[in-house]
Nanobody, 115 residues
């Protein structure tokens, strides 16, 4: 069983930075992939960044060069460092982990970027 709890969201001005954290209970070592998704008001949830067990990553085109996903297995936590934030980055950010055929989701943390 994996439980995920996000933190670190908040209100920031455009151009600013935030660091999101995802605390994982259970064994994230079993997760084949972990990732961050976001959902803007009135829009569908979309992929932001993923981190694979072999260390590989992939990012949405809209955040490449601005966001960095990482993990600390000792804690265990996953992070999303967000820089050069834009108003269009506003939304609820969710942590996700996939173990086998099961998807786990956190409750989300809200990020608001003001112009």
């Amino acid at each position: 069983q994996v439980q995920l709890v996000e933190s670190g969201g908040g209100l920031v001005q455009a151009g600013g930075s935030l660091r999101l954290s995802c605390a994982a209970s259970g064994s994230i070592f079993r997760a084949n992939v972990m990732g961050w998704y976001r959902q803007a008001p009135g829009k569908q949830r979309e992929l932001v960044a993923r981190l694979f067990r072999d260390g590989g990553t992939n990012y949405a085109d809209s955040v490449k060069g601005r966001f960095t996903v990482s993990r600390d297995n000792a804690q265990p936590k996953m992070f999303l460092q967000m820089s050069s934030l834009k108003p269009e980055d506003t939304g609820v950010y969710y942590c996700n982990a996939v173990t086998g055929a099961t998807d786990y989701w956190g409750q989300g943390t809200r990020v608001t970027v003001s112009s």
